[in-house]
């Protein structure tokens, strides 16, 4: 019998997963362009990890390092744990004709967790930092924590999904990140005032550790395999008792809308996570109210990924369906904007709540600059998320726990640019309110919105075109 670390089970699971990425790469759509990307990709990262190194810094940057290291265990952690283990190199709904196994899943998983924009941005600042403080000769002991990190990541995350399976809290899985916390300190040591001896063996004990992870990983994830996933199959057998119809259409849509959100497992799972550790993480600092303006954002550019970069897909095969509904266009548009709203609202909310009970008393002009912020962002992420629906939508079963809207690097393409946009809209509205210069605030929040407002009109003017609106059901209902 074979077993999930036998060496001819590891050969078939390499050899599936290369017949697995050719696939992938052979289903592209634009070829050129995801080409241009990853080269964007490499030559973005190549210069985080030298030019920072050809620049005078202070020395108190050293202190960064131990946080910088400790972030992006935490990033990656929280995320592999959300996801129920990571992304998925193929969908749950195509892999049940295939016999791959969960250790070809698990290394698929491994190969497409650095395509995360929080993967990435908090990558590229530790290789900055590292290049700034350690120069490039330590950027070997940086990319082989990077590399034991994600391995620890996806084992916790897999341990989380058997404990999930088994009904049990999957969150006292974020124990067995502790050895990744651990090592800090003597990586930062070595990082920052290490020698060559001293950083070739922290590299030579990280990619042990990371090699031994990767294996834990593995098991991990075929114990998982072999229990049902109870979160997927309760929501999809549980019983929903009839309720009054509503008055009008679009509070009859709404209400599918609404239901198909929060009864989605990647959905109420990210939703949940995206406002609660940004929230956590400006309590435990103790974050200031000129650095919560900068916190909406970064939740709404997290919480429209999870399906707003595709809002049709929610529907699913059911799209077919609800275009047979004798419901205007523009009716459909307005309850699903809503709904996307809802939850850009809620999460935002949830994370200025738990940031204020240590920011202090804010200013008049502060308070009103979180405020704007909030709404401003979401003005943005919607009208964003309207337009890219319509311009590429994507064929997605969001009812596998790690199941994403758009493939990986469309992903992290998008990502970016919200995420580029609201934090410069966050700098704009604090610096703002940091000059007290309420009417400007006031103005350039009108300006913002205003844009936001036409942008979501174009975008419903264009959904009530039956011809585009043919082509976005033919790739969604597919």
Do not use: K
């Amino acid at each position: 019998m074979r077993t999930a670390l036998s060496w001819p089970e590891l050969r078939r699971s390499g050899a599936d997963l290369r017949h697995l990425l050719w696939f992938r790469a052979a289903t592209v759509r634009r070829p050129r362009t995801v080409a241009v990307a990853l080269a964007a990709l490499v030559v973005v990262t190549v210069a985080a990890a030298t030019l920072p190194a050809a620049f005078a810094v202070p020395r108190d940057l050293d202190r960064l390092v131990r946080p910088a290291l400790a972030a992006i265990v935490l990033v990656a952690v929280g995320g592999a744990v959300a996801a129920g283990g990571g992304r998925e190199l193929l969908a749950r709904d195509p892999a049940a004709v295939h016999p791959v196994g969960p250790v070809t899943d698990h290394l698929g998983a491994l190969l497409l967790a650095p395509l995360s924009a929080g993967w990435l941005i908090q990558a590229w600042a530790l290789l900055g930092l590292v290049a700034a403080t350690g120069g490039v000769a330590a950027q070997p002991v940086t990319l082989a924590w990077l590399l034991a990190v994600t391995a620890l990541a996806q084992a916790v995350g897999w341990a989380a999904e058997w404990l999930r399976r088994r009904r049990v809290l999957a969150w006292l899985a974020l124990p067995l990140a502790g050895p990744g916390l651990a090592p800090t300190l003597p990586v930062a040591a070595v990082v920052v005032d290490g020698g060559a001896g001293a950083r070739a063996s922290t590299v030579v004990l990280l990619l042990v550790a990371a090699g031994a992870l990767v294996a834990l990983g593995g098991v991990l994830a075929v114990a998982a395999a072999r229990l049902a996933p109870r979160d997927e199959v309760r929501r999809e057998t549980r019983l929903h008792p009839a309720r009054p119809t509503p008055a009008s259409d679009l509070a009859m849509v709404r209400r599918i809308d609404r239901a198909s959100v929060w009864r989605s497992v990647p959905l109420r799972r990210g939703t949940l996570f995206l406002g609660v550790a940004p929230g956590a993480v400006a309590l435990a600092g103790g974050l200031e109210w000129p650095v919560l303006v900068l916190m909406p954002g970064l939740v709404a550019s997290g919480c429209v990924l999870l399906f707003g970069v595709n809002l049709w897909c929610l529907d699913g095969r059911g799209l077919l369906w609800r275009e047979s509904l004798p419901v205007p266009p523009g009716t459909v548009v307005a309850a699903r904007v809503w709904v996307l709203a809802e939850v850009l609202v809620g999460g935002g909310l949830l994370t200025l709540v738990l940031g204020a009970v240590r920011a202090g008393r804010p200013s008049a002009a502060e308070a009103l600059a979180v405020v704007l912020a909030l709404a401003v962002v979401v003005g943005q992420a919607v009208s964003a998320a309207l337009r890219w629906s319509a311009a590429r939508p994507h064929a997605v079963d969001l009812r596998s726990a790690r199941a994403t809207p758009a493939p990986p690097l469309a992903m992290v393409g998008y990502s970016i640019r919200l995420a580029v946009a609201t934090t410069l809209t966050g700098l704009l509205l604090g610096g703002l309110a940091g000059a007290a210069r309420i009417d400007l605030l006031l103005a350039a929040a009108a300006v913002l919105l205003a844009v936001s407002a036409l942008r979501i009109v174009r975008a419903a003017r264009r959904w009530a075109d039956p011809v585009r609106r043919a082509a976005v059901v033919a790739v969604v209902a597919a």
